[in-house]
């Protein structure tokens, strides 16, 4: 792996390219090389790509409470918990359970058992948690397979807000993909495990979100849930010294951390202009937002509408996701947006005025849903966005491979981060399939590589 001084400079390393420049704050690194082993496993799995990726039952509305996830793996313990989400003026709830005027949402803690107990207890001696330790889990192997596992709170109504003992000064919320229908496989659990296992050394800690899904939650409810709890989980990282935090996703939940990081920054925009005009109240919030230091995406759908024309020659190459694949999954995600204008970019809004208008006058209405809103599709945001996104500082780092639906407009919104000067780096596989990171469970090179470079990444943060 090449260090963050290194990744400046370009590389001549066979099978990598370093596409830099002096004027770009984002760098990308490029690779083409392909191991034999998986040339030949996405020739075999192609023509099953039908197949490979199905959509569940639908989930009842909310958050869902997961129901399986791993036991011991990698010496990593996953501890569940239940965060009550209140609403506000500012935060209205579109699925607030009336007998306690809160949504649930449930998220799962990983928390390595090799933390030494002078960590593990809350204590800061100033040393990292393994300094110094030689049973490093890394070379374990054949480690437990996914297996059922229930939370054994004696009350999972009961929720507490309390967190695992202080021993990390950054934390990673990841948010897994599955078309916005599907909750986290046994490869986001074994994902995420690694993580937990590989950064806990650098006080970094994982926590996954149990997200509401699709179609009973769309995006209509589920991200005004994601802001509040965004807005107070920030607020809890302030008033502890120094922590800071990372949004991350891959697939779906990638979508879902661009659509929080840009909402995040004209939020933290509009509160500064407050601050400028002389209101001395919003100072403890924007301390509070300021926490939120990056973004961290793996495959995203940038734009709901899937009429890049380069999307057909994607479709050729990709073993796993097919067209009538990424059309529902963007269906039922941006189901009725525009039901609610307080959701709706306003011009998309005044443009479904404007349709309406022209369908009650006879005349060819106008496309004007979800799918067309910035809010939604990152890739359509609006210029006063990207330049509230620069000026907050935010980083924005991701991975995609060129044999995936998606990637031609994941390579656009990658582009548009160069051009606005988007603090971050960017690793691009050409010919690699659609989140090949998480595949490091199966011991595929590209799979053990991908993550290495993500793991390097977030170490720097």
């Known amino acids: 792996m090449t260090s963050s001084s290194a990744t400046a ?65 990698y010496h990593v313990d996953i501890t569940e918990r239940k965060l009550q989400i209140s609403p506000s003026p500012d935060f209205p709830l579109p699925q607030v359970d009336p007998t306690t005027n809160t949504q649930a949402l449930w998220i799962y803690d990983f928390e390595s058992k090799r933390l030494p107990k002078s960590k593990s207890n809350g204590e800061n001696s100033g040393q990292s948690p393994r300094a110094g330790r030689s049973d490093s889990p890394s070379n374990q192997k054949n480690p437990p ?32 993909g599955g078309g916005f229908q599907s909750p986290p496989s046994s490869e986001h659990w074994k994902f995420c495990c690694r993580l937990s296992r590989d950064l806990e050394n650098e006080q970094v800690r994982t926590v996954l979100i149990s997200y509401p899904l699709a179609p009973h939650s769309p995006a209509k409810d589920s991200l005004p849930l994601l802001r509040k709890w965004l807005v107070d989980e920030l607020a809890e990282a302030a008033a502890h ?148 996104l620069r000026q907050s500082g935010l980083v924005v780092t991701g991975v995609y491979g060129t044999a995936d639906l998606l990637s031609p407009d994941v390579e656009l919104f990658m582009e548009r981060c160069r051009e606005e000067e988007i603090r971050g780096e960017w ?11 998480l595949t490091v469970c199966y011991g595929l090179r590209e799979g053990k590589e991908g993550f290495e470079w993500v793991k390097a990444r977030l170490k720097e943060w």
């Not at 770009?24 to 197949?51: C, E, M």
């Not at 697939?251 to 202009?273: E, P």
């Not at 306003?346 to 067309?372: F, I, Q, T």
């Open 427 to 437: 690793l691009v596989w050409e010919g690699q399939m659609h989140c090949f990171p």
């Open 9 to 73: 400079a370009t590389s001549t390393s066979p099978g990598r390219n370093q596409d830099h420049t002096s004027k770009s704050l984002t760098s990308v690194t490029r690779r083409t090389d392909l191991s034999l082993l998986y040339r030949v496993l996405r020739t075999l799995i192609r023509p099953f790509r039908p197949k490979l990726v199905e959509f569940p039952d639908p989930y009842p509305p909310g958050s869902p409470r997961i129901r399986k996830w791993p036991n011991n793996l």
């Open 241 to 388: 010294d120094g922590e800071t935090i990372t949004l991350m996703g891959d697939s779906a939940g990638g979508n879902v951390v661009l659509s929080l990081g840009f909402w995040w920054a004209r939020r933290l925009q509009k509160m500064r202009q407050k601050e400028e005009s002389g209101d001395l109240g919003v100072k403890k919030e924007i301390e509070a937002l300021r926490r939120l230091r990056a973004l961290f995406v793996m495959s995203p759908p940038c734009d709901f509408r899937n009429s890049n024309p380069h999307i057909d020659d994607a479709d050729k190459l990709d073993p796993v996701l097919t067209r009538d694949l990424t059309d529902r999954a963007a269906e039922a995600w941006c189901k009725d947006w525009l039901s609610d204008p307080t959701n709706a970019d306003p011009a998309v809004v005044d443009l479904r005025v404007e349709a309406e208008e022209l369908e009650r006058n006879g005349k060819r209405r106008v496309e004007a849903d979800g799918k067309s809103d910035p809010a939604l599709s990152p890739n359509l945001q609006t210029e006063e966005a990207w330049e509230a």
């Open 145 to 176: 397979s996914l297996t059922n596992a229930r939370s054994d709170s004696p009350d999972p109504n009961q929720q507490s807000r309390q967190k695992p003992k202080k021993w990390y000064t950054h934390t990673i919320y990841y948010f897994a």
